[in-house]
């Protein structure tokens, strides 16, 4: 199983990058998928899930500038950012539990940086 997490980059103050994260391999099904950050000094911080069904949840700083989206048939899941702030500099993580060999398991991506500067 791989969760390959895409789209980092640089931006500037205001700007806008959209994160995607796709899981393949060996799996029965996916239930929530998620994007974690980790900023510089500072620990890893959820910033949006998404259940199977839809249901998504957003960290505080960010809502109403993050939204989330999946495609459950593709098992891929997107993040788009928009007015992006400084503090939103970290490494991204994609997150998916995923049930194969009869239960659940955690799987995270690689990370993949984003850097907004002013």
């Known amino acids: 199983v791989q969760l390959q997490a895409s789209g980092g980059g640089l931006a500037q103050v205001g700007g806008s990058l959209t994160l995607a994260c796709a899981a393949s391999g060996d799996i029965v099904g996916v239930d929530e998928m998620a994007w974690h950050r980790q900023a510089p000094g500072k620990q890893r911080e959820l910033v949006a899930s998404?259940?199977?069904?839809?249901?998504?949840d957003y960290a505080d700083s960010v809502k109403g500038r993050f939204t989330v989206t999946r495609d459950n048939k593709k098992r891929i899941m997107n993040l788009q950012m928009v007015n992006l702030k400084p503090e939103d500099t970290g490494v991204y993580y994609c997150?998916?539990?995923?049930?194969?060999?009869?239960?659940?398991?955690?799987?995270w991506g690689q990370g993949t940086l984003v850097t907004v500067s002013s």
């Open positions: 997150y998916a539990k995923i049930f194969r060999d009869y239960r659940w398991h955690d799987y």
């Open positions: 998404m259940s199977v069904g839809g249901r998504s």
